[in-house]
């Protein structure tokens, strides 16, 4: 049984960084990866960052050059240091993950099995 478990989400002013942290447990596949995806009410799911297995990252241009993510393979861990956080950054995050190969990190929703329960950032200007 997988699970992930998300940690680090609150509130920030604009300007602002925080991290967030992701724990998968029950992974047992060789392959691998995982990213963060957001959501605001009323909007699609979308993707924000992923990573695989062998470090290979890719961003959404909303963030890139402001977020950072990153793993603990020994601990299965993910995490996405936000900086520079803008209001439009607000929303619930979630953390995604799957086990199988791929060349490129997937961002589309339906690429993904396994979900955490998402936490909430919140940005104000």
């Known amino acids: 049984q997988v699970q992930l478990v998300e940690s680090g989400g609150g509130s920030v002013q604009a300007g602002g960084s925080l991290r967030l942290s992701c724990e998968a447990s029950?992974?047992?596949?060789?392959?691998?990866?995982m990213a963060w995806f957001r959501q605001v009410p009323g909007k699609e799911r979308e993707a924000v960052a992923g990573?695989?297995?062998?470090?290979?990252?890719r961003y959404a241009d909303a963030v890139k050059g402001r977020f950072t993510i990153s793993q603990d393979n020994s601990k299965k861990t993910i995490s996405l240091q936000m900086n520079s956080l803008k209001p439009e950054d607000t929303a619930m995050y979630y953390c995604?993950?799957?086990?199988?190969?791929?060349?490129?990190?997937?961002?589309?929703?339906?690429?993904?099995?396994?979900w955490g329960q998402g936490t909430q950032v919140t940005v104000s200007s």
């Open positions: 995604a993950a799957d086990g199988r190969f791929t060349a490129v990190v997937p961002f589309s929703r339906s690429s993904y099995k396994y």
């Open positions: 029950g992974f047992t596949t060789r392959h691998s990866y």
């Open positions: 990573i695989d297995t062998y470090g290979t990252t």
